[in-house]
């Protein structure tokens, strides 16, 4: 029965490896030329010897091929900016009750990459990139020491990029949407017999598929990631205390008839298209270890690009050297060709006659060389005077003019310009050389740009990682954007004080939701450094501008120093500052003393307050005034009022018996004339008819 078992798992293994080639064949097909190229511009720059073309070389018959590597500093003013503002990456929750949580991952991905050395993996994967187009680093699990049980994250740094083979179908900028990739190395045939012993060597080089996999004593060894794809099941859930969290099932451990006899709510659920990731190694004919499932969703490969394009459907991608390549080419052969044309007549040559030098041939011909005083000859006749010395050898004005313009060409090629190089230009002022260094630095932003997005990318895979590598209770140090260091213990169980009897968990870095966002600046080894660059330029430009101001940031440049002593020169700064009220005191500090008030100063304030009373004393006397006044007019207007009225009445009368006596009006015939007016009546009401006889006429 064991045998069984075991032939049918070597018959599944079998199958993988057909796969793993069929995978591997297309992968090193895709990357083969693409890679070449990058490789072709990495030696360029960096191997010397390699800027000439072969062909030309063999031409030369063994002249010389000089080189002239101004490239390469090209290269190197993007490298090295790059080191100096390094891309900084920021942890943020995407809930308010994640920011606490955020700050914890923050933390610990800082103290990944500290114990990581990390910088120097990013500056590894990153050289490369510039120069060829691309590069890469990894992450990893492992113990930090022998002596440890719970494993750690580290960034490690990926010398050879072209050892990376991702999956060529893949779709994403930074191919994590990858279903395979290989990493491969190659070690010597001693070493993989001794750490792989059980490894079939015979039938290895024995199998033609295998070709490829061993070359000059060495044995190709290649790691072979590769994702299962599963569907699991999302559960939001609703806890005993109240408490809604969302899980899977399988990580949870959950089902109907278990979060029923738990107290567990579920409020929904759906179906997740997820996958996991698994590792094996492989020498090309069988496995040479079992299937390592990664704590991640994704493969733990981060690629960097220099100028990356898809054009049609397929990935062009080149760095700095390949666009300039061709001009610093020309460049060597036109200084070359100057430099043959003035060693060909080291010394201007003399016109003699055969008769003039008989006799001190050797001598004539060793002139070139030897450093002799004197030089004999044969005097003639009258007619002949010594030798003659003709012009010196010139340099063709055309090859100087070329040479000028291949350097032209390589910076027009690179953005890089003698400002951004560091050589004197016509701009002298601050402003004008800084705009000039900017013109270049935005021509290789993408560079720099390339490199912070994989370095988001970077956290984001830290970020999937850390909860289900720190899956324990265990203290963790948590590293602080000044550099400071703080310890937080993870999973940590206190009781809850809103349920008496039940246990709550703190820093379960698990139940946050992150996103990650990544800044380029000035790069500083703390943020301590960066705070005493910063308050130091802010004193420069506040100057005596504000003088309450001066000291504050005086001692916060102290504050922020790292040297020997300086701690009580803050001390005394603070001491000071605190007696003068500038700086709250802390506990244990005295407070500043209120100081005696000012006589001058009671003074006027007692004026004040004296002319403030007489004021409010004159408003009240104005206001009795102005109540009697409205009170007497209160008392006149009914009488002026009743005045209107009677004299509104008889001009309504006369104007009737104006209108009868024209014939406009006709009255009544029992009514001859119209009655005399009544006498005054306080409320007396005009008649409606004579209003609209008024408006009539």
Not at 282 to 299: D, M
Not at 324 to 329: H, I, M, P, T, V
Not at 403 to 414: C, I, L, P, R, Y
Request: aromatic share 8%; hydrophobic share 35%.
């Amino acid at each position: 029965m064991a045998e069984k078992t075991k032939d049918a798992n070597k018959a599944k293994d079998t199958k993988g490896i057909d796969e793993m080639r069929v995978r591997y064949d297309a992968a090193e097909k895709y990357w083969a030329p693409k890679y070449a190229a990058a490789r072709d511009d990495i030696r360029f720059v960096v191997i010397p010897g390699e800027q000439w073309d072969k062909a030309l070389v063999a031409r030369r018959r063994g002249r010389p091929v000089y080189e002239f590597p101004k490239l390469r500093m090209h290269t190197l003013q993007v490298i090295n900016e790059a080191k100096q503002n390094r891309p900084q990456g920021k942890v943020r929750g995407t809930e308010e009750s994640d920011r606490g949580l955020a700050e914890i991952m923050q933390g610990l991905c800082r103290n990944i990459e500290a114990t990581s050395n990390a910088d120097r993996a990013y500056d590894i994967g990153y050289e490369p990139a510039v120069q060829g187009g691309v590069g890469c680093w990894r992450i990893v699990t492992d113990y930090r020491s022998d002596e440890d049980f719970d494993q750690d994250i580290f960034i490690k740094a990926m010398r050879n990029p072209f050892a990376s083979l991702p999956d060529p179908s893949a779709q994403e900028w930074d191919r994590r949407d990858a279903n395979y990739w290989f990493v491969r190395e190659k070690i010597p045939k001693e070493q993989f017999q001794r750490e792989h012993p059980d490894a079939d060597m015979t039938e290895f080089f024995r199998d033609p598929a295998c070709k490829t996999w061993i070359e000059d004593g060495t044995v190709q060894r290649a790691e072979y990631w590769y994702k299962e794809r599963e569907q699991r099941e999302l559960l939001a859930i609703e806890l005993p205390n109240g408490q809604r969290e969302v899980v899977y099932a399988d990580e949870a451990k959950l089902d109907a008839e278990s979060a029923e006899k738990a107290g567990i709510k579920i409020v929904r659920s759906r179906m997740v298209n997820s996958h996991k990731v698994f590792m094996r190694l492989t020498n090309g004919h069988e496995w040479l270890s079992e299937p390592y499932e990664f704590p991640s969703k994704y493969i733990p490969i981060v690629l960097v690009w220099g100028n990356l394009q898809n054009i049609d459907g397929e990935e062009y991608f080149a760095g700095m050297v390949r666009y300039g390549k061709d001009a610093q080419r020309l460049h060597n052969v036109h200084r070359t060709a100057m430099i043959e044309a003035v060693a060909k007549a080291p010394k201007a040559p003399f016109l003699v006659t055969a008769e003039q030098i008989k006799g001190y041939e050797g001598m004539w011909n060793r002139a070139n060389a030897d450093d002799t005083p004197y030089l004999l000859y044969n005097k003639g006749g009258n007619e002949q005077g010594p030798p003659q010395r003709t012009s010196q050898a010139e340099v063709p004005a055309a090859l100087i003019q070329l040479a000028g313009m291949d350097n032209d060409d390589m910076k027009a090629a690179t953005g890089q310009y003698d400002a951004s190089l560091g050589a004197r230009s016509n701009e002298t002022s601050g402003i004008a050389i800084n705009s000039r260094k900017q013109q270049g630095a935005t021509a290789t932003y993408n560079y720099i740009d390339n490199f912070a997005a994989a370095k988001r990318y970077t956290y984001e895979i830290l970020i999937d990682m850390i909860p289900k590598v720190y899956d324990t209770q265990r203290v963790v140090r948590i590293l602080g954007e000044d550099g400071s260091e703080k310890w937080k213990q993870l999973y940590m169980e206190v009781d809850d004080p809103d349920n008496p009897g039940q246990k709550i968990v703190l820093n379960d870095i698990g139940k946050g939701k992150y996103d990650v966002t990544v800044t380029v600046g000035q790069s500083y080894a703390t943020q301590r450094m960066e705070a005493v660059d910063a308050f130091t330029e802010l004193a420069g430009r506040l100057g005596a501008s504000y003088p309450a101001i001066a000291p504050l940031v005086a001692y916060q440049v102290i504050k922020n120093l790292d040297l020997p002593g300086s701690e009580e020169v803050e001390q005394a700064f603070r001491t000071g500052l605190v007696k003068e009220g500038l700086l709250p005191p802390r506990d244990g500090e005295e407070a500043p003393q209120t100081p005696p008030p000012d006589p001058r100063l009671e003074a006027t304030v007692a004026k004040l307050v004296a002319d403030a009373k007489k004021a409010t004393a004159d408003a009240r006397k104005s206001d009795a005034t102005a109540a009697k006044t409205e009170a007497e007019a209160q008392t006149v207007l009914p009488l002026a009022d009743a005045e209107i009225r009677q004299i509104m009445a008889e001009i309504a009368a006369q104007e009737i018996v104006r209108l009868t006596n024209e014939g406009r009006l006709m009255l009544p015939p029992q009514q001859t004339e119209y009655p005399p007016p009544a006498a005054p009546n306080p409320e007396y009401q005009e008649p409606a008819q004579a209003g609209s006889l008024l408006s009539g006429a």
